[in-house]
């Protein structure tokens, strides 16, 4: 895991210093090593955190034998070893034993269509010095980042925005629209946007080349498309379980490749017990695992995950603390996103993550489990709701009529939901944390931009057409929270502390094989992640995992209540923070009271707010928030 930095100047020569004081703002990415490589108008910049070959073999920017290709590679391919004997033609002379020199030979070899064979985390740039070409890819899940920005001057990346600031004196931090918009529905920043106008992200499974001063974006994988296989509804459920173990099993043991010490984040439930103990198969000596627990028992996962250790036989570590000690990251939390971040579970995230680097380098997670097997309640939901939607939209307007007669906010959402035209209007609404809150925006933002909605209905027009609600579901939280929203989370989390995270529950051989997976093996009446449920049974005993879904939650409704309410209260009305963000103070602030009442839950709103205030406070900080920028954002 790294960070990574670079730019083509298409009027002038590039500076080795600005790159290197560029590489140096990702300092966390990569404490162990800092490389540059300039030639004219090109640069790029790399901060190292040495997980394989920490030999100096291994220093980027890495320059290929014959000096025409030059890289800067943040992530991990997992399949190296496989592609190195591939490559091997027996007169080829490898400087080391590093992913990074793979990745290298493979597009020499290969071209573009090297990326189809990458199995990993990744995201790189390969500068060609011969052809003066750019060509960058992001990994198909979208488990690491990619920011750049392109202007008639030319093109510049890196792994964080504040990394671009750096590089860019001039380049402007006003805020996109649409990228607003969409923070405010979502809590998140979607790509393509990010929420700075002159900056954009390269989506998850694409790849983009850069050559004199045109830019060229393509995906080159899509999960989207697959369609479920109708006969694997009556397949035998133990070959089903065989073929999943055996993928998965594979996914962990390739991820369990690292020159440094390594473990696993063990929360006691379904997807991280079954990643541990899969982790345990494969290894010959006790596997660590980390978790950190809670004084409060509502909020203490940690007894389910040391019994879960126990029965691994694994070396476990747990951190106790209370919950109100979260409230210390803070500071942390708001200064380590550079874009706002609405998602309070990053709290326990920074957490786990600095408990966990005192003894590791890498840690393996179990991200992914629910959206690609049907963990989430609502998955169930929506599985409700696709009966209602087959009656008539006549039939759907009264039974909204009634639901309004019942004075009870849910009562009101359900009446709201369904008056929606599809369930997937219906899903995208209850998604939303306006809802009928939306009164707090400006008319600027209501008229002037595009919904989150439609936003999420467009990539819903690439699933297959015969798929269920919940299939959908599942595939827009895997196409857009998931690398928006928990895999932002957990890199940067974990950046913080310079650990890196890998999920094998990502790796595209068992995404492809769980699209295929017909809804009867994920949702089976009350029971969510059937299959998979089952396969973490054959390692751990049944009644460990049979418990309700606690979730990586803190207690944000009550915080805003209680000892968060005071600040929340300064910062709301602060009339300063409201001139550059296209909200109404004074029905944000009775939001507040309102939410204070108890009268309604209204926190993931609240926070949103609040974090955008905070980071739109700290972008005075970035480089040019006044100045003119680089002409031109594709």
């Not at 926190?603 to 006044?626: K, M, V």
Request: glycine letters at 6%; proline letters at 5%.
């Amino acid at each position: 895991m790294c960070g990574i930095v670079g730019i083509i100047d298409s009027h002038f020569a590039v500076e080795a210093e600005s790159v290197r004081l560029a590489a140096d703002a990702l300092l966390n990415r990569g404490p162990d090593d800092c490389g540059v490589w300039t030639s004219e108008n090109a640069g790029l910049g790399h901060r190292r955190l040495s997980v394989i070959d920490l030999s100096p073999s291994g220093r980027q920017p890495m320059v290929s034998q014959n000096g025409r290709f030059v890289i800067v590679f943040n992530g991990e391919i997992y399949n190296f070893r496989d592609l190195r004997t591939q490559l091997d033609e027996g007169n080829r002379q490898w400087q080391g034993q590093s992913d990074t020199e793979v990745i290298l030979a493979a597009y020499a070899k290969w071209g573009i269509g090297c990326i189809e064979r990458f199995h990993g985390m990744f995201s790189f740039a390969i500068w060609d010095r011969w052809e003066k070409r750019l060509f960058a890819a992001r990994d198909r899940m979208g488990e690491k980042p990619f920011f750049y920005h392109f202007s008639e001057r030319g093109f510049a990346f890196a792994s964080r925005p504040r990394a671009l600031f750096s590089l860019l004196p001039d380049l402007s931090s006003e805020f996109d629209s649409q990228a607003l918009r969409n923070y405010i529905e979502s809590g998140n920043v979607p790509a393509p946007y990010s929420i700075f106008r002159m900056i954009r992200k390269l989506p998850p499974a694409h790849w983009l080349c850069f050559q004199n001063g045109v830019l060229h974006i393509e995906r080159y994988w899509d999960f989207r498309q697959i369609a479920t296989e109708s006969a694997w509804e009556n397949r035998k459920e133990n070959d089903l379980l065989d073929e999943l173990d055996e993928i998965a099993g594979r996914c962990v043991r390739q991820r369990m490749i690292s020159d440094v010490p390594l473990g696993a984040f063990l929360s006691g439930g379904v997807d991280s017990s079954l990643v541990a103990a899969l982790m345990a198969k494969a290894s010959t000596q006790p596997i660590k695992t980390f978790t950190i627990g809670f004084e409060e028992s509502r909020f203490d996962e940690s007894p389910h995950a040391a019994t879960v250790a126990r029965s691994l036989g694994a070396d476990h570590y747990c951190e106790r603390m209370r919950v109100k000690d979260l409230l210390d990251l803070l500071p942390l939390y708001f200064r380590e996103y550079d874009e706002p971040f609405a998602d309070s579970s990053a709290l326990p995230t920074l957490a786990v993550s600095r408990a966990t680097r005192r003894h590791v380098t890498v840690s393996l997670s179990g991200d992914g489990g629910d959206e690609l097997f049907g963990g989430y309640h609502y998955y169930q939901i929506v599985n409700r709701l696709e009966i209602l939607f087959r009656f008539p939209a006549k039939i759907r307007q009264n039974l909204a009529s009634l639901a309004r007669t019942v004075p009870r906010h849910n009562f009101q959402l359900l009446a709201a939901v369904l008056e929606k035209k599809t369930l997937s209007e219906a899903f995208c609404f209850a998604r939303s944390f306006t809802k009928d809150f939306d009164d707090v925006l400006r008319p600027e933002l209501l008229c002037e931009t595009a919904p989150f909605n439609e936003f999420l209905l467009q990539g819903m027009t690439e699933f297959p057409s015969n798929l269920a609600a919940a299939e959908q579901a599942m595939r827009l939280d895997a196409s857009c929270t998931l690398p928006d929203d928990y895999l932002q989370k957990v890199d940067v989390a974990t950046m913080a502390f310079s650990l890196e995270s890998r999920q094998p529950l990502l790796d595209q051989d068992l995404v492809e094989w769980a699209m295929r997976l017909p809804l009867k093996w994920k949702i089976r009446g009350k029971e969510n992640k059937y299959l998979l449920r089952r396969l973490a049974y054959r390692y751990v005993p049944r009644h460990i995992l049979n418990r309700p879904k606690q979730g990586f939650e803190v207690p944000l409704a009550e915080w805003l209540r209680g000892p968060l309410y005071e600040w929340a209260a300064e910062q709301l009305a602060d009339a300063s923070a409201y001139r550059a963000l296209p909200l109404d103070r004074v029905k944000v602030l009775k939001l507040l009271e309102i939410h204070r009442s108890s009268a309604r839950n209204a926190h993931p709103l609240l926070w949103a707010i609040l974090a955008l205030c905070q980071f739109s406070a700290r972008c005075s900080t970035f480089a040019g928030s006044s100045r003119a920028s680089l002409v031109g954002v594709q």
